[in-house]
């Protein structure tokens, strides 16, 4: 059951695709009281409640013991002190004495105090929001009400599910081919190599650089002729410059994000002075959307959009006013307050409540400042691409995802997580994000793998990808003058050629349980309570998953383990990988186990009554030999798989899906 609240006036999100009409009353068990800048509800949590949810979000798969904010933010230094990240999604799961979930949908900034002020206290607070309540059978069963009322999820095209390599710092053809090559060389798998900001003729979105990129269309077939997709970044902000045809027309037709007096406001990101497409505007939206046809044109069909949170590294005005700041101390013997005083100008210029204060939106709503509809923005930039696409190739999927999102944005793209680090600290925060975004409808989601920041190791890269085959968006991304991280220049290569190898092979796995999952409201990745909810250790455990119906991992994340405490919950079949066709498998009892895992193999376990198919490893998604299936077993009967026969390219052949019958 799902009972809505309305406070004050909240924006139109389009997050729900059901109408319902809200109720009158207390939105119980929540008590609410009014505040000086809006409502917070309040809920007295048991000693022993979990708190699940919230998506993208710090900390671990229990949420309790911490404040949060949802309030979309690029900060690449992600430490655990921080409450906000990149997407705001605000769906929690109280999971305990109650069960019971709770979304709270609004446009602007939204506070989760999880236990932070008051241990066994949680309140949220917002303004102008409409609350869902929601209540079910259990924890899963919430979760897909919850997910029924946000719509399905997206599905990608299949070769998204390949191996992608992405680093800001290849600038041209030459570089996109060695990594290729590299790859090709050393026999390691690769379904794609992304483009980052480097392709684009002076940062300008849907543009290339023909000095560097000489043929794109010509590159891009080459490529893809071997099951290879290049997939460029687009940024939200549009430079300002004369000439400039996305630029002017978006002027001429006032699709860009005004000031109080309705002037253009600009801003400042990679190509300097730019102006953010006024992407709540349905016109402006499509508009913006339909600028990817210049790509696609070129045989582009994957994109990842960037910065739209939306980033912005100054605001025009306020930064000439430092600057001026700076100026009049040229020359001057600066005591320490005033040096504090005159580099300060500079410390508050990036993504600031003032600048967020100062600019609005035609929404179909009415006209609001940025600050109420901000966690919108990168859900919208996102949607509108996703708009157009429909209209370009009504039965084509494309691959697109997000750095910043909003519940909804679900339903047209996947996101990834952000700018993290080769930390051991954000392999094991990977993990417990997973199950909330799943929550949230975010299916297709990934971390950048081994980190974006930082320098990562050989030992740190394997672990990472011994996790990330199990994460649909499997993509190893790094920022620039960070150390080289394609699989190819590391030592043991045999070790990455067979890790991700597995990969290729349970693919038949996992993408027909994400399928299953995108269309009928179920986590791909779910915290072990979900399926043990009667088994208080399972609540407490928070570096393993089940992914998908039939199996458990339990990923290594410390720096020279060679092994790991498992926790098994029940009985369950131990499969202990060094390649997709070579393995040996043990059952274990419910219990605790120290498992032994060396660097270059991958133990995960099934679950008893089920079954996995596995197929060959391949070099790409397209070559996947699906018809020559094996089977993983635990069973003593015969049992039932469902397993998705599509094209791997139209949204028509999603409804394909064929049941075997796995004898034991
Ligand atoms: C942002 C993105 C990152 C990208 C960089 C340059 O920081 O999050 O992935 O590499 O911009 O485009």
Not at 85 to 94: M, R, S, V
Not at 192 to 208: E, N, S
Not at 604 to 610: D, H, I, M, P, V
Request: hydrophobic content about 35%; charged content about 25%; proline content about 5%.
């Amino acid at each position: 059951m799902i009972k809505k609240y309305t406070y004050g006036k909240p924006i139109q999100t389009d997050a729900t695709v059901i109408p319902l009409n809200a109720t009158v009353g207390m939105p119980a068990p929540f008590t609410v009281t009014e505040t000086e800048t809006g409502v917070q509800f309040a809920y007295a949590m048991d000693r022993d409640d979990a708190v699940f949810g919230l998506g993208e979000q710090l900390r671990g798969m229990n949420k309790r013991g911490w404040i949060y904010e949802s309030w979309n933010y690029d900060d690449p230094s992600i430490t655990e002190g921080r409450s906000c990240l990149y997407g705001a999604h605000n769906f929690i799961l109280i999971f305990g004495k109650k069960t019971f979930g709770a979304f709270f949908d609004c446009g602007g900034k939204v506070t989760f105090d999880i236990g932070y002020s008051d241990p066994d206290l949680l309140t949220v607070c917002a303004k102008d929001v409409d609350v869902y309540v929601i209540e079910g059978e259990n924890a899963l069963d919430i979760v897909k009400k919850f997910r029924t009322l946000i719509g399905p999820s997206y599905i990608p095209p299949k070769w998204a599910f390949g191996y992608a390599q992405s680093k800001w710092g290849y600038k041209c053809e030459a570089d996109i081919r060695t990594v290729y090559e590299g790859y090709r060389r050393e026999d390691i798998p690769l379904d794609m190599i992304y483009l980052d900001i480097d392709y684009m003729q002076d940062y300008k979105d849907f543009t290339v650089n023909v000095e560097r990129y000489p043929d794109l269309p010509a590159l891009s077939a080459e490529l893809k002729a071997d099951g290879v997709y290049l997939v460029p970044i687009i940024d939200a902000a549009v430079k300002v410059q004369a000439g400039y045809s996305v630029y002017e027309e978006g002027v001429e037709k006032g699709y860009f994000c005004t000031d109080k007096e309705g002037e253009p406001f600009v801003i400042g990101v990679w190509p300097g002075d730019s102006l953010l497409p006024d992407v709540l505007n349905p016109a402006a939206r499509l508009w913006f959307g339909s600028q990817y046809k210049a790509l696609l044109d070129q045989g582009i069909e994957g994109f990842w959009n960037d910065m739209n949170e939306p980033a912005i590294f100054y605001s025009k005005t306020r930064l000439q006013s430092a600057l001026g700041e700076v100026a009049k101390a040229v020359g001057k013997n600066l005591q320490v307050e005033e040096f504090n005083e005159v580099t300060g100008n500079f410390h508050h210029l990036a993504n600031s409540l003032a600048d967020y204060d100062s600019f609005y939106h035609n929404a179909p709503d009415g006209r609001h400042v940025h600050t109420d509809a901000h966690n919108l923005y990168g859900y919208n930039m996102t949607r509108g691409a996703a708009e157009y696409f429909e209209e370009y190739a009504p039965d084509r999927r494309f691959l697109l995802f997000s750095r910043s999102s909003y519940i909804g944005l679900h339903r047209y793209a996947g996101i990834w997580t952000g700018d993290n680090c080769s930390w051991w600290s954000h392999l094991k925060h990977n993990i417990a994000m997973m199950p909330g975004l799943d929550m949230c409808g975010f299916l297709y989601a990934g971390a950048d793998l081994g980190g974006h920041g930082d320098r990562t190791t050989e030992e740190l890269m394997l672990r990472w990808l011994a996790f990330g085959i199990f994460e649909p968006l499997l993509r190893n991304h790094a920022t620039q003058g960070t150390r080289d991280q394609e699989f190819y220049i590391f030592k043991d290569k045999k070790a990455f050629r067979n890790l991700l190898g597995i990969r290729y092979s349970i693919l038949p796995y996992l993408y027909s349980e994400f399928v299953t999952c995108a269309k009928n409201g179920g986590m791909l990745s779910r915290p072990l309570c979900f399926d043990y909810p009667d088994d208080a250790r399972a609540r407490t455990v928070e570096d393993q998953l089940l992914i998908g119906d039939s199996i458990m991992i339990a990923p290594v994340i410390e720096q020279n383990a060679r092994g790991r405490y498992v926790y098994v919950p029940a009985r369950m079949k131990m499969i202990r990988m060094k390649a997709g066709d070579r393995y040996t498998e043990r059952i274990v009892e419910k219990g605790e186990y120290y498992i032994e895992v060396p660097l270059d193999e991958i133990v995960f376990f099934l679950k008893e009554g089920k079954v996995m198919p596995l197929a060959k490893p391949a070099k790409n998604v397209a070559s996947l030999d699906e018809e020559h299936l094996t089977w993983l077993k635990f069973i003593s009967e015969p049992t039932q798989y469902r397993i998705c026969r599509d094209d791997g390219f139209s949204k028509s052949s999603l409804e394909n899906f064929e049941t075997v019958t796995v004898e034991p």
